[in-house]
């Protein structure tokens, strides 16, 4: 971590050095170090160490990217000038109008120092619990705990400088029995609050319940699908639904929508980066200050996000989610949320004749984006519901199931949620757990 003085001074160097009529910084670095574990013992142990400088720059409506990890003055105008002769050798963007201004940006207290500063044997000591009480009782214990410490900035040319340092701890498991498996996870920027006997706890009594899973028929059936489950439903409508470039180009069921009903009208999702309960970044990779965008409001189509240059196509303002550039995926909703409902999580099933319980999904894709068709498997935990009661395990399904049809059928929603981080895309989503009736799913494993 170098602290935002060095950082301000390492892109305002880069800055001075460039001749483009417009450039732009991207300062990101990274403590990092994981521990995995299989076989309930500790198999790895890793730690990396990295920054990125991502230098854009631009001349006319030409643009070129370059990037390195290499902070030496002579590396830095290497990086610099392979922008430029990408720049020169591009076509020129007739969308692109400017980089953004300087604007104000929210302060968020995100970096726990003691999560920044957590040790190998700290780590090890969770995972100890973790395969003291698998070998206990005769599951197999695997997963991986990662601590991070991070920070980011983004200048530019225009005057912009914004810089955010922030924390991670994350931690996963798969406890496996010998014909079930359960998983449990935990999310935090405070790896203080990770409580590794409920989570072993969690996961084991699923892995437990799990064994001599039965066959059942595909058909429709209502669904509790647990907080990880709803994950993917929010990552889907992220990635294919609110993004403005989805919706100028016509491949998102947003598009035409705003203002009429869209989901069941007990549905509220939106994104806001400055929330003390996700993982925070109160600003997005061109510096501009992340809003809380209200994407569905009572089942309501209300807005979508946008970057700079979705922005300026409809003479809009940013809205604060663009992505590193080069960016070909438009503005991305990263820190998405679902409203909590009033129900408790374990009563969600009480009135369920029959219905299929979910841990959580695996291995999903898009079928047709405009209507959010996925399909993918269900895994560690599948279950089946009988007059309100959990009675017996399933094998896992295949489900093809359009997630938008899903969340116009949303029975009910639990009252508590939990935070999940994706440490490849750097989004946090918060979401309750929901009871969905008419899930479709088509096939079952053998």
Request: overall charge neutral; some cysteine; proline content about 4%.
């Amino acid at each position: 971590m170098l602290g935002i003085d060095k950082v301000r001074e390492l892109t305002q160097q880069i800055l001075g050095m460039s001749h483009a009529d417009q450039t732009e910084v991207v300062f990101t670095g990274t403590d990092s170090a994981l521990t995995r574990f299989a076989n309930s013992q500790i198999h790895q142990n890793v730690a990396e160490t990295n920054t990125d400088v991502r230098i854009r720059v631009v001349y006319g409506k030409k643009i070129g990217v370059a990037s390195s990890n290499d902070l030496e003055p002579e590396a830095l105008k290497r990086t610099l000038d392979t922008a430029r002769a990408i720049a020169q050798l591009q076509r020129e963007n007739p969308d692109f109008q400017s980089l953004p201004a300087p604007q104000p940006a929210q302060t968020v207290q995100a970096f726990v120092e003691r999560t920044a500063n957590y040790s190998p044997e700290q780590r090890a000591q969770i995972v100890n619990v973790f395969c003291k009480k698998a070998k206990a009782k005769n599951v197999v214990a695997a997963g991986a705990f990662s601590t991070t410490a991070f920070e980011i900035a983004a200048a530019n040319s225009l005057g912009v400088f914004a810089y955010h340092p922030g924390t991670v701890a994350d931690l996963n498991t798969v406890m496996m029995a010998d014909t079930g498996s359960g998983y449990a996870a935990h999310t935090s920027a405070d790896a203080s609050t990770i409580n590794p006997d409920a989570l072993a706890d969690e996961a084991i009594d699923k892995a437990l319940k799990s064994r001599n899973p039965q066959t059942i028929e595909p058909g429709e059936y209502t669904v509790l699908l647990e907080e990880h489950a709803v994950e993917d439903i929010l990552n889907f409508s992220a990635f294919l639904a609110f993004s403005a470039l989805a919706v100028q180009e016509e491949r998102s069921f947003m598009k035409g929508k705003l203002g009429e009903r869209v989901m069941g009208e007990n549905v509220t999702l939106w994104d806001d980066g400055t929330a003390s309960d996700l993982i925070a970044l109160p600003f997005d990779f061109e510096g501009v200050p992340r809003q809380k965008v209200m994407l569905i409001e009572d089942g309501i189509a209300r807005g979508v996000v946008y970057d700079t240059l979705t922005a300026q196509r409809e003479g809009k303002t940013s809205t604060g989610h663009s992505l590193p550039a080069p960016n070909s995926m438009g503005p991305m909703a990263m820190h998405l949320q679902m409203a909590a409902g009033n129900t408790p999580k374990r009563e969600l099933i009480k009135n369920v004749a029959r219905g299929i319980w979910v841990t959580r999904f695996w291995y999903t894709r898009p079928v047709h984006p405009l209507k959010l068709l996925i399909t993918g498997m269900t895994r560690d935990g599948t279950f089946l519901i009988e007059n309100g009661e959990v009675t017996r395990p399933l094998k896992n399904l295949r489900f093809t199931t359009s997630y938008l049809d899903a969340l116009n059928h949303v029975r009910a929603i639990s009252r508590e949620t939990k935070l999940a981080y994706n440490d490849w895309s750097n989004a946090s989503r918060r979401m309750p757990a929901l009871l969905i009736d008419g899930f479709r799913f088509t096939g079952v494993t053998q």
